[in-house]
């Protein structure tokens, strides 16, 4: 009999839910003071940088954070496996905000990189947690993730109104200490009740392969040496060499080497295991789901960037005498999500086999963001402090896209994935964040030497063109996926 114990679902979502929500609650609560804080004046107790290097860090830390999700998954399937990688991450991010805490830049960029590396382990393993609760021919797993996907977003609707209320009115660093607070929540509920997951993600999917547990832990130990010396080399350059390494050319080899990445790594999949004819041909699917979503999250993504300082550069933020901080608009596509995931999940379920197919769905999650950035090249024409609804309406679509899209990526991707490398699969659904997340941050990078009627109006066309593209392919696509819907 199936475990219905949570809403109709597995009591293990329960705990999931519950720890991602405090997890999204501390990151979308500094995300949102992240670019504000850069390009705060010294005065205000920010770093006083211009829209271009801000949008240049931005940019590596966000993309960085979903990277990471590759060897994260690696780890998880080879090393750890998924329970513990998920808690080693969790640390790391609650020791990473509270660096933030600290009034020191030394502290700030260490702050990043911590939550850089434990988000990488933590992502896209809790994820495959979800997955795992549910057999794959289960058709409530959509209405599972968007359940769960509903947690993260209670999480990213709370973690803007408190840290952004404590940043911009009182310290930026108590903001930054706040979502620590917020990690340490979800710390406690993971460590608490994550018996209920059962053996859910317990064990590596190596685990009854000592030759290859070993030669993973062999490779494990080259990938930490070689970072090590690639990290005192660069700060013997600096320190030593005399070399001035700059934020905006730290971030544009990093694109370079994002892209050479993502071609790489699937030339390699393809080539790494003897595939069967279907497995090749659903990895094949994998590989233009991923482009579709790098697309989308490079769209969705200005949020935090070019849409956060829309908020506080050009949008009117006094109602009925109340003037908010500007980073509150970060909370509005989370209430979004908490309002429409659940008529998802009913109408995915309602609709059973006559949904739309998954890459339909990715292409109309493309149009409804596009139609977004639409409605914003409007609004950046009227000139001055322009009504909040712009804003708010421009949310509202992209969470239309948003929902026809993330919750069914991760999905078909666990769906898609051959099961030995299930989680690394999942690494590459991050990957596609992490590559949208750089364009996105760059793009930002426009804001201060584009009008941005321009700027916004040219993310609508790409976004756009590229669903309407997508939607043509989906039927070629649903071939290529074995079955699967």
């Known amino acids: 009999m199936k475990d219905q114990t949570f809403f109709g679902h597995p009591r293990g979502l329960a705990v999931l839910f519950f720890a991602e929500l405090w997890e999204r609650f501390s990151f979308y609560g500094m995300r949102a003071l992240l670019i504000l804080y850069l390009t705060a004046s010294i005065a205000d107790g920010g770093l006083a940088f211009d829209a271009s290097k801000a949008a240049a860090i931005y940019a590596v ?39 933030l805490a600290v009034p020191s830049l030394g502290f700030f960029y260490v702050g990043l990189l911590l939550i850089v590396v434990g988000t990488g382990l933590l992502k896209p393993n809790i994820s495959t947690i979800v997955g795992q609760l549910y057999e794959r021919s289960d058709e409530r797993r959509d209405a599972g993730f968007s359940i769960f996907y509903m947690g993260i977003n209670f999480g990213a609707f709370g973690g803007p109104l408190i840290c952004n209320w404590l940043g911009e009115n009182y310290s930026w660093h108590l903001g930054f200490g706040a979502a620590g607070v917020g990690m340490t929540l ?50 013997l350059a600096v320190k030593v060499g005399g070399v001035t390494i700059g934020a905006e050319a730290i971030s544009n080899a990093f694109g370079i080497i994002l892209i050479v ?77 908490i309002l429409q995931a659940p ?69 078909t991707v666990t769906k898609l994935a051959p099961e030995r490398v299930t989680s690394l699969m999942m690494g590459v659904w991050f990957l596609a964040a992490a590559l949208g997340n750089y364009l996105g941050g760059r793009t930002a990078g426009f804001y201060e030497s584009l009008s941005l009627s321009q700027l916004f109006g040219a993310v609508a066309a790409t976004v756009i063109v590229a669903g309407i593209i997508l939607g043509l392919m989906s039927g070629r696509i649903q071939r290529m996926m074995g079955g699967i819907r």
Not at 64 to 75: I, R
Not at 305 to 317: G, I, V, W
């Open 261 to 337: 990445l993502s071609i790489g790594f699937f030339f390699w999949l393809f080539r790494s295991h003897p595939w069967t004819p279907e497995e090749r041909g659903r990895l094949g699917a994998i590989v233009i789901l991923f482009v579709a979503a790098a697309f989308f999250w490079g769209a969705y993504e200005q949020a935090g960037s070019s849409l956060n300082l829309f908020a506080r550069d050009f949008t009117q933020r006094t109602v009925l005498g109340f003037s908010f901080p500007a980073g509150y608009f970060q909370s509005v596509p989370a209430l979004f999500v």
């Open 61 to 99: 830390y966000t993309s960085m954070v979903y990277l990471l999700g590759l060897p994260g998954g690696w780890l998880a399937d080879r090393v750890f496996g998924q329970r513990r990688s998920v808690l080693y991450g969790a640390i790391l991010i609650t020791i990473g905000h509270f660096s």
């Open 186 to 235: 979800g710390l406690i509920v993971y460590l608490m009740f994550g018996k209920t997951l059962g053996e859910a993600g317990k064990l590596p999917a190596n685990h009854d392969d000592p030759e290859d547990q070993a030669r993973s832990r062999r490779t494990l130990r080259n990938g930490l040496v070689g970072a090590a010396t690639i990290a005192v080399a660069a700060t």
């Open 343 to 411: 008529i998802f999940a009913w109408l995915w379920v309602k609709l059973g086999r006559k949904q739309p197919s998954s890459p339909f769905k990715f292409a109309l999650g493309l149009v409804f963001v596009g139609f977004g950035f639409v409605i914003m090249s409007v609004g950046a024409t009227k000139g001055g402090q322009v009504s909040p609804m712009w804003l708010i309406s421009t949310y509202f679509f992209h969470v239309i896209g948003e929902m026809c899209l993330s919750p069914v990526g991760l999905s």
